[in-house]
């Protein structure tokens, strides 16, 4: 890598960042609770839930081998993505 690709590519995470992605690594993408449940209604996306503790579920979407994820406490699931399923 150049300092000019790694340049833009920082640059490129950084608007993501602003955008609501929180992190990625490999294939996996942590976006924000609001942002993911906005591009699940507007896109209509299948999506899988799982239970991770007493207190909190992973919501996850796949598309074009890149997996999308969120995780946020029950009641907050219950709230934001129940009325979506």
């Known amino acids: 890598m150049t300092l000019e690709q790694l ?3 920082a640059q490129a995470a950084k608007e993501a960042n602003d955008l609501g992605i929180s992190a990625m690594w490999g294939n996996e993408v942590l ?3 609001y942002v993911f ?3 699940l209604q507007t896109h209509n996306l299948a999506r899988s839930v799982s ?3 007493n207190n909190q579920v992973q919501v996850k979407t796949s598309i074009n081998g890149l997996n999308y994820f969120t995780v946020v406490r029950k009641d907050i699931y219950t709230k934001m993505f129940e ?3």
């Open 7 to 9: 340049q833009k590519h």
């Open 31 to 33: 976006v924000k609770p």
């Open 37 to 39: 449940l906005d591009i």
């Open 51 to 53: 239970q991770i503790d």
């Open 83 to 85: 009325k979506t399923a």
